[in-house]
């Protein structure tokens, strides 16, 4: 079974300040994780994803996440935030079987101060 | 231009009533999903259909039903409705659901409250 932890459910950041979002997870076989982020009363829109290329993987809006597998880890961050960056972050995995289903972590909100 | 769009976006209706939620994708796509997202805006997956046939069926109640036309159309009928279906129903399509992870898009949700 997989399983998902993120650390934090509240993220405040100052604009320009490092935004840092702690995931962790479990996996019985090489896991498939990813980041989603959704906006007020959207969809789940994929920020990026680890597909067991590149431990260091880049994504969009100038975000990106490190895999470590012995840290069982993989932390979202973003140099600097920006006002636009305010809102839910979702980490999930997936093994890539059963069904391609993604378990999620419980999401941690982010909030951005002027 | 819509990949995967989703029908109402919001859905008010009284307990012991019957209501559908519609979905539709664009991309071709052979996999199709149901999450719901609760209050505390955990998300798990409900279902899972793969080319029309049901591939993952999480523990849902059965007065749950989904229903898949065809495989750009997955639909979820819900029977009897109770104040615990109040949430955000997120429809989803991957390219396929083996081998190496197909990156899954997600519709704008549907917002069931039931009073």
């Known amino acids: 079974a997989q399983s998902v932890t993120q650390l934090g459910s509240h993220v405040s950041v100052s604009e320009g300040a490092l935004v840092l979002l702690r995931c962790n997870y479990s996996?019985?076989?090489?896991?498939?994780l990813f980041w989603y982020v959704q906006y007020p009363n959207q969809g789940l829109q994929l920020l990026l994803k680890?597909?067991?290329?590149?431990?260091l993987v880049k994504g969009i809006n100038g975000f990106e996440a490190e895999f470590k597998k012995s840290e069982t880890s993989f932390h979202l961050t973003k140099p600097s935030a920006h006002m636009s960056d305010a809102a839910e972050y979702f980490c999930?995995?997936?093994?890539?079987?059963?069904?391609?289903?993604?378990?999620f972590g419980g999401g941690t909100r982010v909030l951005v101060k002027p | 231009d819509t990949a995967v769009s989703q029908t109402p976006k919001y859905l008010v209706t009284q307990m012991g009533n019957d209501k559908s939620i519609k979905c539709e994708q664009n991309?071709?796509?052979?996999?199709m999903y149901w999450y719901k997202q609760d209050s505390k805006k955990f998300l798990k997956i409900m279902f899972s259909?793969?080319?029309?046939?049901?591939?993952i069926n999480e523990t849902v109640p059965n007065r749950f039903s989904p229903k898949s036309p065809d495989k750009a159309h997955l639909n979820l009928h819900i029977n009897s409705l109770e104040l615990g279906d109040s949430a955000v129903y997120f429809c989803?399509?991957?390219?396929?659901?083996?081998?190496?992870?197909?990156?899954?898009?997600f519709g704008p949700g549907t917002r069931l409250t039931v009073l």
């Open positions: 996996s019985s076989v090489p896991p498939y």
């Open positions: 989803a399509s991957s390219l396929s659901y083996g081998g190496t992870y197909n990156e899954q898009f």
């Open positions: 991309l071709g796509h052979d996999t």
């Open positions: 999930a995995v997936s093994d890539g079987a059963a069904g391609n289903k993604l378990t």
């Open positions: 680890y597909t067991s290329a590149a431990t």
């Open positions: 259909y793969n080319n029309k046939e049901l591939i």
